[in-house]
Structures are given as C-alpha cells and as structure tokens.
C-alpha cells in the first residue's frame, strides 16, 4: 500500500478505511547449552533456582496489582479469563492524579456522530454465550504468570518497543503500510478496519492494523493514542486478533502500556473488553467484518475520547498523561503490519 500525504483544511475529523494486512518477522533462535558429563555446573546455573524465584516473586507481585477483585468471573470459549471490576478500582485509578475518583461522565460526540448503540453487537468471543459484565463494572482481560513468562523481560513486559511509529513508508526491517496526514492541528480520527486472523508462526511475529494519533517529534517526546486489532503470541500466547489500545508520552521509553496494563485509559463500557478476541473475523473470498475505531479530543474537559464498533463508547485518556497532545495531534497516521 503506497503512503499518501496531503496538506488539508482545518477539520477536526479525519476520516478514511483502511483494509490490508501484513506481517512483521522477527525470528529468533533459542539457544541452550549443557554441561559436560562429570563436569561441575557453571556459577550461574548454581544459582538459577534462586533467580527464578526472584523473577516469580516479582511476577506475582505485578499480578496482584494489575488483576483486581471481581464482582463476576467469565470463562472466555477461547480461554481468556474476563473478570467484571467495580469501575472505580480498575487500574486507571492507582494513578495518583486519579486516586478516589471515579470514572467521568460521557462527553458529547462530535457534530454528525451520534452514537448508534441501539443495536448491541456481539463484537468478542467472551460474549458468544449472552455473558456479560453488570452495570458499574468493567471487563478485564486477566493477566496470568504464563503472559509474563513469554515476554521479553519482565520490565518490558506490556509495551511495545520503540520502532512502534514511522516517520514515512520506507524501511529495510519489516513489512508495513502507513497513510498519514500531517502539517495541521488535528482533534480526532476514525477508521473502519478489516480484520482478519493471520498466521504468526513464531511467538516473536505479530501483525497488526491499526489508528495512531501522534503529537511531538519523532524524538525522545513522541506522543500516541493507538488503537486497533493485532495477532501477538507473546502478548496474548495465541494467534486470535484481538482488540488493543496503547499510549506513551516519551517514544515508548518508560511511559505507556497496552490495554490496561498500566494506570492510565479510564474504561466506562461494561461490555467490551480491552485485549479480548475479536469475532467474527473476515474469510477469503467471503464474508468480511469490519470494526470501527474512533479517536477524538472532547474540547470540555481535553481527554480524548476511544469509540469502537458502531457506537461503543470505551472510555478516555486523561489529558495529564500527555505533553504535546494535551493541546492536538499534529499527525494522524493509519496502517498495518
């Protein structure tokens, strides 16, 4: 997919479609070494016990922060746990700027967007068998030990790493299609993306389409909002697309997170949840599914908004995060690996 770029009026909405996918490849090759036979351990491997149960305390420590107590427990058909929390403790509120208080209120859309919930669409598979979280509450992929133990490093655990945004199209590294809009001030974004179910042969790929609204330099300052499918086995420990949100203020350094890995997006909505399999998906030579996504600032309070399908409102995030986007985006990008 070439990339376009236009110089455009000054409209608080960009709209367009996006329908492609490609893969990103990252292989690697594990490597393992044994001792010779009557010969002594090696010093490290003496003290391996010790450092794996460091790395599982500190792993179940992260746990009981991130996973909060549930009112309603659901066993997804695809094998993901989805846990209904009190709106107010998800973890968006261990955010000292957002400690005591309690999700806000839904700002109007922008002008010629109303929402068109009237119809509840079945959206994700944890939903297949009429569940559902009660009002108040908010669905929360459950995070367990076997997703840490398939990351990277514990410390990057539930972030990307810093190639996440191109300045352009060009590139020697992976696969990849961007269009994108700069060089204005830009209050919001909406895409209708095709999915599919790729397949990712090793649990280092990952493939993706998505929306990015981005303020900053393409420096140490980068600001995003991200949001779309992705297929990631190191993530997810699966090959299902799932839904996916993400954000950093500082390039991916140590801001940031997926999903609700972090403090940060407030949730609202009760029946989607962030992170879970997306179904239907789309078929060669036949039927196709789309999800729409819809990104914008509400000029009231300045948080920006996140809509997904035709109409669900999913919640925010806070102004306070960002530095450049507290004010607009300067680029809106849309695109896939």
Known sequence: MASSKSQTTKLPIIFTFVSFLLI???LTTPVCSKPLVGSRLPANQTLRPRHELHKLKRI?????????????????????????????LQPAFDHPQLKGQKPLEPPERPKGHDSVESVVEMLQS????????????VPIRRTTEKDFLRASSIRRFG????????RDT???DHEHAVAFVNGDQYYGA?????????????QYEFSLSQLWVISGSFGNDLNTIEAGWQVSPELYGDNYPRFFTYWTTDAYQATGCYNLLCSGFVQI?????????????????ARQFDIGIMIWKDPKHGH??????????????????????QSHASMIQFGGR
């Open 190 to 202: 909406k895409a209708s993306i095709n999915v599919w179910a790729p397949r990712v042969t090793d």
């Open 159 to 166: 972030r990307k790493i810093r190639r996440g945004v191109r």
């Open 24 to 26: 990103l490849s990252s």
């Open 269 to 285: 909505n009760n029946k989607i949840a962030i992170g879970a399999a997306i179904s239907p998906r789309s078929s060669y030579n």
């Open 304 to 325: 920006w908004w996140l809509e997904f399908g035709s109409g669900l409102l999913v919640g925010y995030w806070p102004s306070f995060l960002f530095s450049h986007l």
């Open 60 to 88: 179940r420590s992260y746990l009981r922060k991130i996973n909060k107590p549930a009112v309603k427990t659901i066993q997804s058909p695809d094998g993901d746990v989805i846990d209904c929390v009190q709106s107010h």
């Open 170 to 172: 060009m590139s020697s």
């Open 126 to 137: 944890w939903t297949d068998a009429g569940e559902s979280c009660p009002e108040g509450t």
